[in-house]
């Protein structure tokens, strides 16, 4: 059994065997492959034939034999003493890939072009041989550029011109001998006049020839053959060739089409000749391409390169001769913006300007930016407008086209055009604004006609262009100024369709497919805008409650408008943007998406995973107010989903964020139940109620102005409230008016406070402990907030108080030292604007026995 590879284009060869004669003979036309051969016991060459797979050929690949490789398509090899036999190749690669696998066999390197060395011991035999190689191989490269003799154009000769014209297009040799031989002996006449015969005697058998050999001709892709074919006098009789096809049963009519179904009109008088044969040549090159000649085959690809080239070029020059003819153009747009011509005239002329506007993508960038500045100086956006404000759908159709050219081209052009539009309406105080030009064309949109609104869909994608501010110069500011007069303009044209469907916050006003479809197209341009637009759509969004509004499609019937829905505000939360952040906190904006994500069942749906992934980017970014907002209004319910982590991540983030506020508050877990005497740092922002108490008793004095201090309460006792300095530095300053007073009557107080106390001290001799250790040393310190209290304690932190007194006893013997309250404000300025003081006391321990000094500064 043999196993045989596809065949391909890199696989098509012709079979050689030389003759008697020394002559090549034509074995036949098939694809060749290697494989290994049982029989043979060996790898081999096989040749089937392309037109019954017959065998052509089954050469065994012997280590021995000498193969050459000529011409880079052909191997040569001889076998017994008398058999050359040659493979010509159709590409390059099949050739390549077969000497290979030849040279694999025989273990050679494929670079070489032999793959056995001629042998020096003078051995005839191999001498001989290959010298019988390099004769073969020569003379199947001469044979093969030899000139075509062209059998006679006779009915009779048919049969052998097909045959002919097949074999010639395998090669591109023979393919040039061909052409030369079809030129020098002007055939193509010939050939139409054989065909006029066939025709008239109706001989289908000759008629099928005839499109074979015209089909070939077409498909050697000449320059010069297509001028011949192409002429006015030619051109019909070769469309009728192409007509018989052997594989249709009956003839087309393409000579019949254009002939009598096509006519030539001419929307405006064209004076030039040239222009209307290019017009009319290009037509038929164009149904000869698209619709007479037959798709091409795999082995017939880019053969019409030259064709297609032709066409091409065709079309440059039509446009750069109307553009040359200046009266040719201004006719064409005064007819388009004449109101008086009827609908047919002005869809005559608004088709040649489109089809214009399409013959131009051929235009290289330079003269096609020319092109469309002339256009946009004739008025064709003006025409635009007319067009769209009439009432003829085709009118609308061919006006969106050309609007459609002008924006893919120049969007600036079209945001200059609004912009002076609006600068119009300025000064017209008659002026509508429902005319201007995005507004007609959003109009189109909205009413587009169609089902699955085509229309709609491609207007979609130009306004997106529009509004895209990648695209707008910076130089012209036409950010500011073209968004500015959209949002201003337009926009409420663009979302009224939304705004009134989703009037009713429970369900859709209408819930049908086609306006679906129109509200899922609004919400991917104003989502488009969420990402792109910030200052103006988040106004309009604001402004409009339009998330709210928008999340009522969450209860549309259709996934895709839901989705939709979810989209924008997926796009609105990944902003991070505070103001859109609190916009949803104070609208319960996520009331519908968790109730929609319940509605959507369990898992494995579209609605559900959009929710999802929108929680877990939320939890992710770790957006706080969201979270907060989140778990506080709605995780009863979301703590029932445990098949995805997000919302115990949620509660996770929102747990860890209460616990950091509580750390900076000071409100740890045992704050609530302790009293005076437990030792604890209160947070630097609390202020306590023995704080509250300390300042009110200080406000309590006396009329005489003294404190109510006794001489035995020089001293701090262990009961007393531990102040922390770090609460009221962050307590809230007083209002101006009262702050100046408060701050001068704080400082006379403890001034008057603190001479009485020294009096006391002094008069009964009492040197307290507590207040004579280290009174020296103390450092005054500045705090914010006026009057505050000073607990500097002790480094003992020993519980035994006994036994820490007597000590103190022992060594302190020096008396108090009261520092004057300016003097301590004037040193300690500059410590004011530091928190060196707050950092100190906030990491100092509590003690339980005190030392005491108090100051008072002002902040």
Request: glycine letters at 4%.
């Amino acid at each position: 059994m043999v196993h045989l590879e596809m065949a391909d284009t890199r696989r098509r060869v012709k079979v050689y065997t030389l003759n008697d004669e020394r002559q090549w003979d034509d074995r036949g036309t098939g694809h060749v492959s290697s494989a290994y051969v049982e029989s043979l016991k060996g790898m081999t060459l096989i040749v089937r034939a392309e037109q019954d797979g017959s065998l052509l050929l089954e050469s065994q690949i012997l280590p021995d034999t000498a193969y050459q490789k000529q011409q880079e398509t052909l191997i040569v090899w001889s076998e017994g003493e008398s058999t050359d036999l040659a493979l010509s190749f159709q590409e390059r690669a099949g050739c390549d890939e077969i000497w290979e696998k030849i040279c694999h066999v025989q273990g050679k390197d494929p670079s070489v072009e032999i793959t056995q060395d001629v042998v020096d011991d003078g051995d005839d035999d191999d001498e001989l041989s290959s010298s019988r190689l390099d004769d073969s191989a020569d003379s199947l490269q001469r044979q093969s550029a030899s000139p075509y003799n062209l059998p006679a154009c006779e009915l009779g000769e048919l049969d052998e011109i097909a045959e002919l014209f097949t074999i010639a297009l395998s090669s591109l040799v023979r393919r040039d001998q061909l052409v030369r031989a079809i030129e020098e002996s002007d055939y193509i006449p010939k050939l139409l006049s054989l065909f006029r015969t066939c025709e008239d005697l109706e001989n289908t058998d000759g008629l099928h020839r005839l499109y074979e050999i015209m089909k070939g001709i077409f498909l050697l892709n000449r320059t010069g053959l297509f001028d011949v074919l192409l002429q006015d006098s030619n051109i019909m009789e070769v469309v009728g060739c192409l007509e018989y096809d052997p594989a249709l049963r009956e003839p087309r009519k393409h000579r019949e089409y254009l002939l009598q179904e096509v006519n030539f009109k001419e929307v405006v008088p064209i004076e030039n000749p040239n222009l209307k044969k290019k017009i009319h040549q290009t037509f038929r090159l164009q149904y000869i391409q698209d619709v007479v000649l037959p798709t091409p085959s795999v082995f017939e690809e880019n053969t019409l390169s030259t064709l297609s080239s032709l066409i091409f070029f065709n079309k440059i020059e039509i446009v750069n001769m109307v553009q040359d003819d200046e009266n040719l153009l201004k006719t064409l747009f005064t007819q388009l913006r004449d109101d008086n011509l009827n609908d047919s005239q002005r869809r005559e002329v608004a088709g040649f300007i489109r089809e214009l506007c399409s013959l131009s993508q051929t235009l290289q960038p330079a003269p096609r930016d020319e092109f469309f500045i002339k256009l946009g100086e004739l008025g064709i956006l003006q025409g635009v407008e007319s067009l769209l404000a009439g009432e003829d759908p085709q009118l609308h159709r061919l006006a969106i086209d050309m609007f459609a050219h002008v924006v893919e081209h120049s969007p600036s052009m079209v945001r200059d055009f609004a912009h002076k539009e609006m600068d119009e309406a300025r000064t017209d105080t008659n002026g509508d604004e429902d005319l201007f030009l995005l507004n007609l064309v959003i109009e189109q949109m909205i009413y587009d006609p169609d089902p699955e609104l085509s229309c709609a869909m491609q207007l979609t994608g130009l306004l997106r262009v529009l509004l895209d501010p990648e695209n707008m110069m910076a130089n012209k500011n036409e950010k500011t100024e073209f968004l500015g007069f959209f949002y201003k303009n337009c926009m409420h044209v663009l979302m009224a369709p939304l705004l009134a469907n989703t009037a009713d916050e429970k369900k859709p006003g209408k819930d049908d497919y086609q306006t679906a479809h129109l509200l899922s197209l609004i919400l991917d341009l104003i989502t488009f805008s969420v990402e792109h637009h910030t200052y103006h759509v988040k106004n309009y969004i604001l402004n409009k409650d339009l998330l709210r509004r928008v999340l009522v499609l969450l209860n549309s019937k259709h996934i895709f408008l839901a989705l939709a829905s979810l989209r924008f505000m997926r796009k609105i939360i990944s902003t991070i943007d505070d103001f859109y952040n609190r916009y949803i906190i104070k609208g319960d904006l996520m009331k519908p998406v968790v109730d929609a994500l319940f509605e959507s069942g369990k898992r494995y749906n579209l609605i559900n995973s959009a929710i999802l992934e929108m929680f877990e980017f939320i939890r992710i970014e770790d957006i706080k107010s969201l979270i907060t907002h989140v778990v506080e209004q709605h995780y009863k319910k979301l703590e029932l989903i445990d098949y995805v982590k997000t919302f115990s991540g949620l509660k996770l983030r929102y747990e860890q964020q209460k616990h950091r506020e509580n750390h900076r508050l000071g409100l740890t877990d045992g704050a609530e139940g302790g009293g005076r005497n437990n030792r604890y740092r209160r947070d630097a922002r609390a202020m306590d109620e023995d704080e509250e108490m300390w300042f009110e008793k200080d406000d309590g004095e006396d009329d005489s102005g003294e404190m109510n201090f006794s001489a035995e309460s020089d001293s701090f006792d262990a009961e007393t409230p531990k102040i922390n300095i770090d609460s009221i530095l962050e307590a809230e300053k007083p209002s101006e008016n009262d702050q100046s007073k408060k701050k001068q009557a704080d400082i006379d107080k403890l001034n008057e406070r603190l001479a009485a106390e020294s009096k006391t001290n002094h008069a009964n001799g009492i040197e307290s402990t507590e207040k004579s250790s280290l009174a020296a040393d103390a450092k005054p310190v500045a705090v914010k907030n006026g009057l505050v209290g000073l607990v500097d304690y002790s480094d003992d932190d020993s519980d035994d108080d006994s036994s820490s007194g007597d000590t103190k006893l022992d060594e302190s013997k020096e008396k108090v030292e009261i520092v004057p309250v300016k003097e301590t404000i004037d040193v300690k300025v500059d410590e004011i604007k530091s928190d060196t003081v707050k950092e100190d006391f906030a990491s100092e321990p509590a003690r339980k026995k005190p030392r005491l000094i108090e100051v008072v500064s002002d902040n």
